[in-house]
């Protein structure tokens, strides 16, 4: 659990250098019990040493905090919060300021709440109960513009898979916006995010915001999934339809 385990200083600081590139990190942790935001904050630290770490225990004092410094890379949030109902706390942060990823780090482990919350936008999901190397990879992850969900509920699929899949997967597509559909196509294409930012003439993080609701939006956990699961698409089709 997060309040144990204290000895991966070595190993996670290694990786702290490589998501953060040196740069100074800000990452929000919101949850309204005190001990755990404690808990979360040390964890934190021993990956990223010279991150800054802003606190809230509550949905309205996060948006204040994220109004406040908008810089923030990252919002861990809590879904069971006094005075918070089902995903509105997600739901709100998510509306307001729509570029912060958010991982959901929750104690409920139930996989229809996990799939739930990234339907409704979070770029992951950490049950409270993982080990520190999880959360961190989880922060990595996400911070990379991947999602982060955990492993068995990335395994599990719908029964009708096949031609049936496909469908939904065009359906899912069609659902993108055309900036994020010329992103899509520039992965497919084997591109990285510096690359695609350079030609559309747009930063690393809003080309990182991009890659996050693609990922969402076909359902899908990494670029290497997007690039296998989008190969038979007709993307002439998908391209003429958002044209109309």
Known sequence: MLLDQGSERQRSGALGEDVAGGAAMQLLIVDDHPLFRDALASTI??????????EADGIEGACRVLAAHRGIDLTLLDLSMQGVSGFDGLVTIRTRFPRVPILIVSGHEDPRIMREALHHGAAGYVPKAVDKATLTR????????????????????????????KASLAE??????????????MIR???????????????????????SEILRKLEVISRTQIVIETALLDFNQIHNTHAG
């Not at 630290?45 to 802003?54: G, I, K, V």
């Not at 899912?172 to 196509?185: E, G, K, S, Y």
């Open 189 to 211: 294409q084997g591109k990285l995010n510096k690359q695609i930012a350079h030609e559309l003439q747009v930063g690393d993080s809003t080309v990182k915001a991009h890659v």
């Open 45 to 54: 630290r021993l990956t990223y040493p010279d991150a800054t770490l802003h």
């Open 172 to 185: 899912r597509v069609a659902r993108l916006t055309p900036q994020q559909l010329r992103v899509l196509m």
């Open 138 to 165: 989880a922060i990595a992850d996400v911070l990379s513009g991947a999602l982060a969900i955990p492993p068995g509920l990335a395994q599990q699929a719908s029964p009708g898979a096949g031609a049936s899949r």
